[in-house]
């Protein structure tokens, strides 16, 4: 059972332009939600984090956007850049867990010169 | 410095053999992880030691045995290799297992081949 599901699978973007992923939780117990961005041959490494207390966080050009009540969040990547070509990967964690975070499917970013 | 290391990056054998996968961490985190991730790129985690305590047990073949000599260390020995343990095994830690220090750092990967 998928516990977080994303979407899309893949995403082609021009450069300069705002990459939009999106994911969904229905376990209302999730209190973390990261997001990993992996490149090739790499681990995932942490790229931004929102708890659900907070609708949006800005990290540069990365903005998480929150919604408690529909159960979503998603992550913007504004003015993107071929360097951001990557793996994204959303998260959630069960409250006062064991930190076992339950890891999206993943979304393939490639961002076209 | 690495952080989190793993060996061996790339592991290719027969079915039937058994293998381990050896990781180490200088960051001094008190929580060790096995994830394994897909040839879909699905990242599903299998084990968790926090002080060398097993806290998280995911359902896991009992062929899949970790090991904890100390809080630094981590190791993943596999008995009787399938073909569908073909896969990339991370290694993580983090510093505690909850608030804003549960930030997993992950090794590079070792990608197993069953043939």
């Known amino acids: 059972q998928q516990q977080v599901k994303q979407s899309p699978q893949s995403l082609i973007v021009q450069k300069g332009g705002i990459s939009i992923i999106n994911c969904a939780y229905e376990n209302t117990a999730f209190d973390y939600f990261p997001w990993y961005q992996q490149f090739p041959g790499k681990g995932p490494a942490l790229l931004i984090a929102i708890r659900p207390d907070v609708s949006e966080k800005k990290e540069g050009r990365f903005t998480i956007s929150f919604n408690k009540s529909a159960k979503q969040f998603s992550l913007h990547i504004m003015d993107s850049q071929p360097g951001d070509s990557a793996t994204y990967f959303c998260a959630a964690r069960v409250q006062a867990g064991a930190n076992n975070l339950f890891f999206g499917t993943g979304t393939r970013l490639t961002v076209i010169p | 410095d690495t952080a989190v290391s793993q060996t061996p990056k790339y592991l290719v054998t027969q079915m039937g053999n058994d293998k381990s996968i050896k990781c180490e961490q200088n960051l001094g985190h008190d929580t060790m992880y096995w994830y394994k991730q897909d040839s879909k790129k699905f990242l599903k985690i299998m084990f968790s030691?926090?002080?060398?305590?097993?806290?998280i047990n995911e359902t896991v073949p009992n062929r899949f045995s970790p090991k904890s000599p100390d809080k630094a260390h981590l190791n993943l020995h596999i008995n009787s290799l399938e073909l569908g343990d073909s896969a990339v095994y991370f290694c993580?830690?983090?510093?505690?297992?909850?608030?804003?220090?549960?930030?997993?750092?992950f090794g590079e990967g070792s990608r197993l081949t069953v043939l």
């Open positions: 030691y926090n002080n060398k305590e097993l806290i």
């Open positions: 993580a830690s983090s510093q505690g297992t909850s608030g804003n220090t549960g930030e997993l750092f």
